[in-house]
């Protein structure tokens, strides 16, 4: 009875972290290379250090009073933790989580694809539906790897984990991988069996913020074609990044040191990504989910109801971000009175349309939330997978618009030093514009520069295109999935005059 406050409401036992015990759990014996040398301490390493930071300062966030009850909820046994993780009873349980999407993408305005919350949805989702699970007959057996997800799941959720995960084998031989088939020189495959668990062996691409996560789910890849020589292939586990003999080699850095002023998302959103190596890495059975099963990984996401998961929350992140691009373009239209050119005014509507597509789809397939296979909800998925179908072909050309808006300007740029050095008249005079100071005008074009041409946009743009997939995969899918029958029936009666 002491724990009970006098208000008679009991606290909830907290389950989410600070950005400190994120940080701090991060200093293990995690092997990961970046610029040819090996990483002792990834939390003070440069071109690392300064993302962990920032989702350190997300991580934080969710204490806030101002979006704790937003991003948050208390589960059945009355603990605190991430509201991505909760396992949607209603429509609104999915509007509640699609709003706590929308808040967690719109610190970064979109450019932190990784936080947490995507991956947190379909670990969600892969309890929620692990009935799909019991359906395995190898390893050991569907029923207890149903229920190592759902051990998982709450290992995870109660300590607000950050995970990554890796879904694609490399390619060696582009003929052989769309016929399904992998090679046994580079792809992950099971090499041995033991009775602690399994021996895995070959390299995963790619894992985007697996440097700074604290565990990694290696998922199926999705076209696995169900025979014999695809089985060692054929698995879906989850172990701690720290685990020996698991390597991430990391890509360039596009956080050069630079300044926030400098380099205003490129300083704080670099979420790295890592081709991840497996040398004879021990994957306990406890975390295997799937196991030798081709024809149960392949459809895994799907039937799960995960990728729905995750397009919801891959949606909202997209609003966040396009809303952003229009933000930034009218702001630039601003500073030069270009607001009033018709000619800049449809480039910029075009990004708005694309903006106001995403919101409707998203709106669409929240409104349409409706019950799953499993008696859990889910949003309406054809919209969703327009909206993840629309993104790659929609973001390069916000890019595109955004090199015509801001030309010579988006690179033609002094830096945050030049105000305080000997060039500093010069610059507050020749970099003003008729509504903008000469410092304003540079920090909105520099921002424009990390959107459009850094490095760290570069990226964007190609993270945008793939992260899901290869997009004449995710149409193909798209095709198969759309409800055709009706509409080829129309065609059928005129022509035969049914
Ligand atoms: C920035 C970034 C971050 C990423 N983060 C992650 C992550 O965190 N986790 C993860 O698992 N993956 C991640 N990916 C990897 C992503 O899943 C792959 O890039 C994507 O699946 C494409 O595979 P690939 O890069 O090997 O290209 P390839 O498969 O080599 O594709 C090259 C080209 O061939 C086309 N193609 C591929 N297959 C077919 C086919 N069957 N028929 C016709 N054309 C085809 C593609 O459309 C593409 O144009 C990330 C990718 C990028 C760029």
Redesign the pocket.
């Known amino acids: 009875m002491d724990d009970i406050p006098s208000n008679n409401k009991i606290t909830p036992k907290t389950c989410i972290r600070t950005g400190s015990q994120y940080l701090d759990g991060l200093k293990d014996s995690r092997e990961i290379w970046i610029h040819g040398k090996r990483v002792k301490d990834v939390t003070k390493e440069d071109g690392l250090q300064r993302c962990a930071e920032s989702l350190a300062s997300f991580i934080d966030k969710q204490h806030h009073p101002k979006f704790i009850d937003d991003i948050t909820y208390v589960d059945e046994d009355g603990d605190r933790c991430g509201l991505a993780f909760k396992i949607p009873k209603s429509k609104q349980d999915i509007k509640d989580k699609g709003k706590s999407y929308y808040e967690w993408a719109k610190w970064s305005n979109g450019y932190f694809?990784?936080t947490p919350d995507y991956k947190n949805a379909s670990v969600m989702a892969f309890a929620a539906g692990s009935k799909f699970l019991e359906k395995g007959t190898k390893g050991q057996g569907g029923k207890v790897m149903a229920e190592n997800m759902i051990n998982y799941y709450n290992y995870v959720k109660k300590n607000d984990k950050v995970l990554?995960?890796?879904?694609?084998n490399?390619?060696y031989n582009?003929q052989q991988?769309?016929k399904g088939k992998f090679s046994e020189k580079v792809a992950l495959q099971v090499v041995k069996e033991t009775d602690a668990g399994v021996i895995v062996n070959g390299a995963?691409?790619?894992?985007?913020?697996?440097p700074l996560s604290d565990e990694i789910e290696v998922f199926p890849s999705t076209?696995l074609k169900a025979t014999p020589d695809n089985v060692p292939f054929a698995f879906a586990f989850a172990i701690p990044i720290a685990t020996e003999g698991l390597k991430l080699i990391c890509r360039d850095s596009y956080d050069t040191g630079q300044s926030n002023f400098d380099a205003p998302l490129s300083s704080r959103y670099e979420e790295m990504?890592a081709v991840v190596i497996f040398e004879n890495v021990l994957v306990p059975w406890e975390r295997i989910f799937m196991y030798g099963e081709p024809e149960l990984c392949n459809p895994a996401f799907s039937e799960t109801n995960a990728v729905v998961h995750m397009m919801h929350q891959v949606a909202c992140g997209k609003l966040a971000k396009s809303e952003f691009m229009v933000g930034l373009m009218c702001s630039i239209a601003q500073a030069s009175g270009r607001d009033k050119d018709l000619h800049t005014k449809g480039l910029i509507v075009e990004v708005m349309k694309m903006a106001e597509t995403v919101r409707a789809l998203l709106f669409s397939a929240e409104e349409q939330a409706h019950e799953d296979q499993y008696g859990n909800f889910i949003p309406l998925r054809s919209p969703l997978e327009t909206s993840r179908n629309l993104y790659p072909v929609m973001y390069p050309r916000m890019i595109e618009i955004l090199q015509i808006l801001g030309a010579s300007s988006l690179m033609a740029l002094p830096s945050e030093s030049d105000f305080s050095n000997e060039i500093s008249l010069d610059v507050e005079r020749y970099f003003q514009l008729s509504n903008l100071d000469s410092k304003n005008r540079v920090a909105l074009f520099r921002l424009a520069h990390d959107v459009a041409i850094s490095g760290f946009g570069s990226?964007q743009s190609?993270?945008e295109?793939?992260?899901?997939?290869?997009?004449?995969?995710m149409a193909?899918g798209y095709y198969d999935l759309y409800s055709k029958d009706e509409l080829i029936g129309r065609i059928d009666s005129l022509i035969n005059n049914k």
């Not at 995963?204 to 697996?210: M, P, Q």
Request: glycine share 12%; no cysteine; aromatic share 14%.
């Open positions: 694809g990784r990554t995960h890796t879904l694609v490399p390619t582009h991988g769309y995963r691409l790619l894992a985007t913020l697996g076209v990504d990226r190609l993270y295109r793939y992260f899901f997939g290869p997009p004449a995969l193909s």
